[in-house]
């Protein structure tokens, strides 16, 4: 596998129209999660992806199973729960340009919570080139704490360990969260992080710098500093700012998990930096032009031209809702 994730999916519930939880008559069903997402985007990038998980013995586990299996993403080694449900989620169409949404989880007691050292498969975990874990994982149990803990260990065999702080204060039952982010992310090879997220979980303020300066373990540091753009840190090197694409947003889920996935397609590529970052631009904006958590990147050949235009042209790019299939409307309009 190019790429092995673990955490927790759920089933996601859209809003049949903009309004208040309280108001909305009907919903869609998605599936949304931090890993699940990455891997699928990843598998439809053309990779080799593996999802491991853990779901109920339940119709929305068996949704959430087809679903990420569609993609392309191997499923086989996911585990049924046959005591604790799926979990899942609501939310509002407020997130539409806007940022500001409303959410209802029900995932306390999950089977992925109950996620341990014990049931999880770990050779299979660790049969990548890469690894990718996120902080949501670690806030769901002590088990799946835990868990993290054995992965992020130093040894031998361990691949290239990737990992997602994407800290969610209202997941942490426990004042230590922060802790537990910031000693995972010093255990991991490529570290992504939000310049928000370091000042709320670490009190880190003063830019990427600041942040590397914290995080001076990890050999590729992403900070990801919203729609300005992203800075990475690799090694001695000077570190490369990478400006955000002007964008149509329909809904901002989705976006960081599709630019990890960006940026570790680059990774597993052997791009530079530069064009890493801009792959995960590109990924990102597929997710912002998108309602959903999930949404197909462009392709290939479409994103490695794009990540190749001189910064006059990427500063002037505008992208907006069906542009990934932009470029596959014009081939086939050529197309005798």
């Given at each position: 596998?190019?790429?092995?994730?673990l955490?927790?999916?759920?089933?996601?519930?859209?809003?049949g129209?903009?309004?208040?939880?309280?108001?909305?008559?009907?919903?869609?069903?998605?599936?949304?999660?931090?890993e699940s997402?990455v891997a699928?985007?990843l598998?439809a990038?053309?990779h080799t992806?593996?999802?491991?998980?853990r779901?109920?013995?339940d119709?929305?586990?068996?949704?959430?199973v087809?679903r990420i299996?569609?993609?392309?993403v191997?499923?086989?080694?996911?585990?049924?729960?046959?005591?604790?449900?799926?979990?899942?989620?609501f939310?509002?169409?407020?997130?539409?340009?806007?940022?500001a949404?409303e959410?209802?989880y029900?995932?306390?007691?999950?089977a992925?919570?109950a996620?341990s050292?014990?049931n999880v498969?770990?050779?299979a975990?660790?049969?990548?080139r890469?690894?990718?874990?996120?902080?949501?994982t670690?806030?769901?149990?002590?088990?799946c704490?835990?868990?993290?803990g054995?992965?992020?260990?130093?040894?031998?065999d361990?691949?290239l360990?990737?990992?997602d702080?994407?800290h969610?204060?209202?997941?942490?039952?426990?004042a230590?969260?922060p802790l537990?982010?910031?000693?995972?992310?010093r255990?991991?090879?490529?570290?992504?992080v939000?310049?928000?997220?370091a000042?709320?979980?670490?009190?880190?303020?003063?830019?990427?710098?600041?942040?590397?300066?914290?995080l001076p373990?990890?050999?590729v540091?992403?900070?990801?500093?919203?729609?300005?753009?992203?800075?990475?840190?690799?090694?001695?090197?000077?570190?490369?700012?990478?400006?955000?694409?002007d964008?149509?947003?329909?809904?901002?889920?989705g976006?960081?998990?599709?630019?990890?996935?960006?940026?570790?397609?680059g990774?597993?590529?052997?791009?530079p930096?530069k064009s890493?970052l801009?792959?995960?631009?590109?990924?990102a904006?597929?997710?912002?032009?998108?309602?959903?958590?999930?949404?197909?990147?462009?392709?290939?050949?479409?994103?490695?031209?794009?990540t190749?235009?001189?910064d006059t042209?990427?500063?002037?790019l505008?992208?907006?809702?069906?542009?990934?299939?932009?470029?596959v409307a014009?081939?086939?309009?050529?197309?005798?």
């Open positions: 596998m190019d790429v092995v994730t955490g927790e999916s759920m089933v996601t519930f859209l809003p129209r903009p309004g208040r939880l309280a108001d909305v008559p009907s919903f869609d069903r998605a599936i949304g999660g931090a997402n699928c985007v598998a990038a053309g992806a593996r999802w491991v998980g779901v109920g013995a119709g929305f586990g068996d949704h959430l087809e299996a569609a993609y392309g191997d499923v086989t080694s996911v585990r049924r729960d046959p005591a604790r449900p799926t979990g899942i989620y939310r509002t169409a407020g997130d539409r340009g806007t940022g949404h959410v209802a029900y995932r306390a007691g999950s992925a919570s996620m050292a014990a498969d770990l050779a975990v660790r049969a990548g890469v690894l990718h874990l996120s902080g949501i670690a806030a769901l149990s002590a088990d704490r835990a868990l993290l054995e992965l992020t260990a130093p040894r031998a361990r691949p360990l990737s990992f702080v994407n969610r204060p209202g997941l942490w039952r426990t230590e969260g537990v982010l910031l000693d995972l992310a255990r991991a090879d490529v570290v992504f939000g310049e928000d997220e000042a709320q979980a670490w009190g880190i303020t003063g830019g990427p710098r600041a942040v590397r300066q914290a373990e990890p050999a540091l992403v900070v990801k500093q919203g729609a300005s753009g992203a800075t990475a840190f690799d090694g001695r090197r000077p570190p490369v700012f990478e400006p955000a694409l964008v149509d947003v329909v809904a901002t889920t976006a960081g998990d599709a630019f990890a996935a960006g940026f570790l397609s990774t597993l590529r052997d791009l930096l890493r801009r792959h995960g631009h590109l990924f904006a597929a997710a912002l032009t998108t309602p959903g958590d999930l949404a197909a990147p462009p392709a290939r050949d479409h994103a490695d031209r794009l190749t235009l001189d042209a990427w500063g002037r505008r992208l907006g809702p069906g542009w990934t299939q932009a470029d014009e081939e086939e309009a050529n197309t005798p």
